[in-house]
Structures are given as structure tokens and as C-alpha cells.
């Protein structure tokens, strides 16, 4: 049988570290990894916020294109090819998303200007689980 000993370090003392020694480092460490950790789901939230936005600046340019290709008549008739407050259709990489436009200085029933201004507004959920909206005005000339 094999007897087992324990090596001395220089000053004669055991070499090795001592439970407490050990709880101690862990509860550094854990104190210094927990803001690293914050810190690195922070970042992720702040990424998915600017990777939606982009999507959503896109929907709204393309929606924005298809707009000037109407006529004022085509954005104010209510037989016409697009209904005020109604969903666009225009396909989105963002989750519930919805398009629609509104004539803020237009009254139905009045004359239509020469010059048209529209809002634009894309919706959608983010992310988060929150509504989540952006909106951008022009003008048809």
C-alpha cells in the first residue's frame, strides 16, 4: 500500500489553497463578470433596436416609392388604388408589421392641391415584445 503525503511548501506550511481563499476568488470573479454580462445583453438589445430601424427606414423608402408612382387621385378617391389608414401590403422583415398612410392637411370632400402631403407610419413588435413605430412625411407633387 502506497502511502499518500503532502508536499511542504518552502516555509513549511501545506501548499494548496484553503476553502475560504477558494469562496473568496469565486466571489471576485462573479462580482467582476456580472456587469460584463449586463453589459453584453445591453449590446445585443442595441443591435436588434438598429437592425429594426434599418428594416424599418427600408419599408418606409419603399412604400414611399410606391406612393409617388400614384396620383393625388389615387391617394384621396375612395375607389382608388389605395385607401387612407389601410394596410399597404408592403412585405416586412419585421414581426406584425403594418404599413399605412394618411393625408394629415386633407379633408375628404375638398379639393385635392397640386401639392399633397402624406404620412407614412410602419408598426410592428419588437423584439422586446413592445409596439414599436416609425413615421416619415412627403408630398406628391
Known sequence: MKCIHRQLA????LS?????ELLISIAILSVALVPAL???IGSQRLSDQAQET?????????ARLLLHGATPEDLTDAGGTFVIG???????????SVVTYDLPNWV??????SVLPFRLTVTWTSAMDQQASM????AIR
Open 10 to 13: 518552502p516555509g513549511g506550511s
Open 86 to 96: 389601410q394596410d399597404l401590403n408592403i412585405n416586412a422583415a419585421l414581426d406584425g
Open 135 to 138: 413615421t416619415i412625411v412627403d
Open 108 to 113: 375628404a370632400g375638398d379639393t385635392v392641391p
Open 54 to 62: 434599418r428594416i424599418a427606414i427600408a419599408v418606409l423608402t419603399e
Open 38 to 40: 449586463q453589459s453584453s
Open 16 to 20: 494548496g489553497f484553503s476553502m475560504l
